[in-house]
């Protein structure tokens, strides 16, 4: 499927600094979304329909580029997602039937199906573990366990770190490996 053919004629809006049409889109990015997209699927057809179906969301959502950003990185991260569609939809595909694989041929070897929940063991052990580093983290100091709560807990970016609790990047960054440090030492001494 070749998008791009019936594209190439389009002309994208003056909104989008350096790119005229999309001749010149392809001719100035191609290879960059290719190898970023290759990076990204592991397989070359999926690079490959990754950056044909980018370049065709750029053509057709030109209008929606609102230059809050630098066009370049728009367009990554179009392709970005592009590359992750294609990763799900090959897991999609590359599903088996679990009856049409036990009834397979007799000369393939039959594998055994493992439980991958984690035995009781292993549970016991994680939950163990868990309460560990809370109780360590509950002794760092606040500002410590702040950063280690927000950043690890919570999920949040450094910068959203920083933007919640009013500091600097630097200043969070420095406190997030000075709070790493520390309750390294106390995990290491509780055990």
Partial sequence: M????????????GTIPGVASI?????NYRSRLFRLAYRITGNREDAEDAVQETLYRVATKAHQF???????????????????ICLRQRKRDRSVSLDEYLAGDDDRPQSELRDSR?????????????????RCITRLPKMYREIIKLYYLDELSIAEVRGTLRLTE????????????????????AQ
């Avoid at 001749?23 to 001719?27: A, E, R, V």
């Fill in 2 to 13: 070749n998008v791009l053919a019936n594209a190439a004629s389009l002309t994208l809006p």
């Fill in 118 to 134: 984690p035995t009781p063991d292993a549970s016991l052990s994680v939950g163990e573990s868990k309460a560990l580093v809370e």
């Fill in 66 to 84: 609102r230059g809050q950003s630098q066009f370049s990185t728009w367009l990554t991260r179009i392709a970005i997602n592009q590359a992750l």
């Fill in 23 to 27: 001749d010149s889109l392809f001719d």
């Fill in 170 to 189: 630097p200043t969070v960054k420095s406190r997030l490996v000075r709070a790493r440090r520390m309750l390294r030492d106390q995990l290491e001494a």
